[in-house]
């Protein structure tokens, strides 16, 4: 007999799939990128995504607001832009009476899907405009506060900092980022898709396959998914294991790191390990499910002190180290 969460999780994993499927007609070898901004959609936070230049960033931003019924908007991010480019301001307007009167003009981003190209290409103070609206979903200008139309994603790309003309993110905005995921350079076979599929005259159409309402429901099954308190332990814990002299730090984070991740980092580990379980057939979150979710929730979120940046330690490597050496609930 298949009862109502049964299916609800076939109709959660067939949405999924229909998303990853379009997507993967235009996008090519990045298929774990693809599933974690999905999983990022789903779970109501912000992507980061960092490669440099030309390795299809922006173009998997355009497919994925093509395969949503969803408004799109870009904002390429230069070192002159200001913030009012990007939050709208108020126009002086005139009444057919001739009267004066400000009206609020929109920016871009009052759109369900904000694509933030090249984010640490402006400078800090425009940065700082995205802070609201990623967290409050909202937008001040002077007096009046203005709701953004739900779901609302921001999805940033930056070059690496080593780049010329890149400012680094501050790290109250990075910790509203639920995942960063690396962009890496596609393997020989996938060049060669690549190469097939964009040297024709047409590209591959995709089709929208996915509504807001639907978005909405996914996100309200996902939240649903119970999980242990011994697993949210270990998230606790592996969470806790990133901030240098607590009781479950390891050698290599208490020489290295600064300041561990943030509660926020806790959350994402388990609202993301909710949305995996589901996918892979299950109504209750697994260790599995939470150290998959490690590198992508927190990597962003440890801030190296002076010896790990003069040292150029990835935080990759710390979280590993912190994986490897945090054991697993026993119940």
């Known amino acids: 007999m298949i009862t109502e969460i049964d299916q609800q999780i076939a109709q959660f994993k067939k949405n999924f799939a229909l998303a990853t499927d379009e997507i993967g007609k235009r996008i090519v070898g990045y298929e774990e990128i693809v599933q974690g901004t999905l999983i990022s959609l789903l779970a109501d936070g912000h992507v980061l995504l960092e490669g440099i230049p030309g390795l299809g960033k922006t173009k998997l931003v355009h497919t994925l607001s093509d395969v949503l019924h969803l408004k799109f908007s870009r904002v390429q991010f230069t070192p002159d832009l200001?913030?009012?480019?990007?939050?709208?301001?108020?126009?002086?307007?005139?009444?057919?009476?001739?009267?004066?009167?400000?009206?609020?003009?929109?920016?871009?981003l009052f759109a369900n899907i904000v694509l933030a190209d090249e984010i640490n290409r402006a400078t800090p103070k425009t940065q700082s405009a995205l802070l609201e609206a990623m967290q409050e979903k909202s937008v001040s200008v002077g007096r009046q506060t203005y709701k953004l139309e739900l779901p609302f994603f921001v999805l940033a790309t930056q070059n690496p900092l080593e780049m010329e003309g890149t400012y680094p993110l501050p790290e109250a905005q990075l910790d509203r980022f639920f995942m960063?995921?690396?962009?890496?350079?596609?393997?020989?076979?996938?060049?060669?898709?690549?190469?097939?599929?964009?040297?024709?005259?047409?590209?591959?159409?995709v089709e929208r396959v996915l509504t807001g309402d639907q978005l909405m429901e996914m996100r309200r099954t996902s939240r649903e998914v119970p999980i242990a308190k011994p697993i949210q332990e270990y998230a606790i814990r592996l969470t806790l294991a990133t901030h240098p002299e607590s009781p479950y730090a390891q050698p290599m984070v208490n020489r290295y790191v600064r300041y561990g991740a943030s509660p926020r980092g806790a959350q994402a580990l388990v609202v993301g390990g909710?949305?995996?379980?589901?996918?892979?057939?299950?109504?209750?979150?697994?260790?599995?499910?939470?150290?998959?979710?490690?590198?992508?929730?927190?990597?962003?979120?440890?801030?190296?002190?002076?010896?790990?940046?003069?040292?150029?330690?990835?935080?990759d490597t710390i979280l590993e180290d912190v994986l490897a050496n945090t054991p697993e609930p026993t119940e």
């Open 82 to 108: 200001m913030p009012a480019d990007i939050i709208g301001t108020n126009v002086v307007q005139e009444s057919e009476q001739g009267e004066k009167f400000l009206e609020f003009q929109q920016g871009p």
């Open 180 to 205: 960063k995921l690396r962009v890496t350079y596609p393997d020989t076979e996938s060049l060669h898709k690549i190469l097939n599929r964009t040297t024709q005259f047409d590209e591959p159409d």
């Open 274 to 315: 909710k949305i995996r379980a589901l996918l892979a057939d299950r109504v209750h979150v697994s260790c599995e499910d939470i150290r998959a979710m490690l590198l992508p929730a927190l990597r962003h979120r440890v801030l190296l002190n002076f010896e790990g940046e003069a040292e150029q330690i990835d935080t």
